[in-house]
């Protein structure tokens, strides 16, 4: 089997991984007034192919997953650029992970780092006229804090939590699942 034909096969796996996981949630939106947002691990399989494999294939993975999720993980989106930013451009911004794949844990924080950007950028665009008058007790009067803070919400606890895991991972028989098998 070629290095390529190994490449696509793990990137399938990951892709498959991370869709499976999303079926595992913990749904938190309504604990902030009924808006969405949830704790999973979709970003963990994405994470670890990009630092495997590097920025390209992360990227990839990232876009199909994100593009699978909105379709078969009940995604949800007032238009099409909501659909793209929040779902197929959020996910495939983890696998920019794959710029630092010699620093691992530096990779994992600036994946999760870039998913809040494109995830806040569409709060304060695509958003921004579903912004609530309160919220988390407090007025909101600017888009830019209500999506710092909706997306806040459920962005810092994956965050934490994929970033755990590749720590984990990268102490585990040396980081050896981290560093591509070929």
């Not at 290095?3 to 696509?8: A, E, R, S």
């Not at 892709?15 to 996981?21: G, P, R, V």
């Not at 009924?34 to 390209?56: K, N, W, Y």
């Not at 991972?169 to 981290?178: A, D, F």
């Amino acid at each position: 089997m070629s290095k390529n034909t190994k490449i696509v096969c793990e990137a399938a796996v990951m892709t498959a991984l991370a869709l499976a996981l999303s079926y595992v949630k913990i749904p938190i939106g309504l604990a902030f007034g009924g808006f969405g947002g949830s704790i999973d691990f979709v970003m963990i399989p994405i994470l670890v192919l990009a630092i495997r494999r590097g920025f390209g294939w992360g990227v990839a993975c990232g876009l199909v997953f994100g593009t699978l999720k909105f379709f078969f993980a009940g995604g949800v989106a007032i238009n099409w650029q909501s659909m793209l930013l929040d779902y197929s451009l959020a996910y495939a911004a983890v696998g920019f992970a794959g710029l630092l794949k010699k620093a691992p844990v530096a990779g994992a924080v600036l994946g999760c780092v870039c998913r809040f950007i494109i995830h806040y950028i569409s709060g304060v665009t695509i958003y921004a006229m579903w912004m609530p008058e309160e919220f988390m007790d407090m007025t909101m009067t600017s888009p830019a804090v209500y999506s710092l803070l909706y997306n806040g919400t459920y962005m810092v606890p994956n965050s934490i939590i994929a970033i755990i895991v590749i720590i984990i991972l990268s102490r585990v028989n040396k980081g050896s699942i981290l560093k591509p098998a070929d």
